[in-house]
T-cell receptor, first 109, second 115 residues
């Protein structure tokens, strides 16, 4: 099956700073998604982004499918952005989403 | 819509007892997934259903685990007998695979502690 690698594994930001999270895939994927798990454990879908760029407020994501990676940008970070960010994708011939290990983000005020 | 609903939210039980976790997917979604999350192994897919039919249960750790989906609005994950190593957060997620997108929506999870 495909392997999903996320970087960095953890990140500490001062409120207001920007950050870029990366997700690399070992093989071609479709159905690429980004999730945020808040400190209370709730998993929220941020983006469904198999290719191209999408923006939602201070967050945006870009997937370059031909190069097997995706980036999540967080601008003007806030303490409420803290938590774990996961990316996940489905292999070209797979049936299920495979999740990365996540990036732990802590935003300090 | 209320989103994906899971119950109970917390469960504490003793080793050897039967545990049943419940999930109600989002109305109209035709795929349902059970995940387990632990610090050591991260998020793991246990099993998923399409149109109430189990498609891939290769993630189910052993015969002590079973899952059913008797209708489009209800699924259960059962552990019998439970063991301390089953302690984890169990998530249910649903999606609609029509229309070309496959965005998964997660429930709040059930935190299981087996003593």
């Amino acid at each position: 099956g495909i392997q999903v690698e996320q970087s960095p594994p953890d990140l500490i930001l001062q409120e207001g700073a920007n950050s870029t999270l990366r997700c690399n895939f070992s093989d071609s994927v479709n159905n690429l998604q980004w999730f945020h798990q808040n400190p209370w454990g709730q998993l929220i879908n941020l983006f469904y982004i198999p290719s191209g760029t999408k923006q939602n407020g201070r967050l945006s994501a870009t997937t370059v499918a031909t190069e097997r990676y995706s980036l999540l940008y967080i601008s003007s970070s806030q303490t409420t952005d803290s938590g774990v960010y996961f990316c996940a994708g489905r292999g070209e011939y797979g049936n299920k989403l495979v999740f990365g290990a996540g990036t732990i983000l802590r935003v300090k005020s | 819509d209320a989103g994906v609903i899971q119950s109970p939210r917390h469960e504490v039980t003793e080793m050897g007892q039967e545990v049943t976790l419940r999930c109600k997917p989002i109305s109209g979604h035709n795929s349902l997934f059970w995940y387990r999350q632990t610090m050591m192994r991260g998020l793991e897919l246990l099993i998923y259903f399409n149109n109430n039919v189990p498609i891939d249960d290769s993630g189910m750790p052993e015969d002590r685990f079973s899952a059913k989906m008797p209708n489009a609005s209800f699924s259960t994950l059962k552990i019998q007998p439970s063991e301390p190593r089953d302690s984890a957060v169990y998530f249910c997620a649903s999606t609609s695979r029509t229309g070309g997108t496959d965005t998964q929506y997660f429930g709040p999870g059930t935190r299981l502690t087996v003593l």
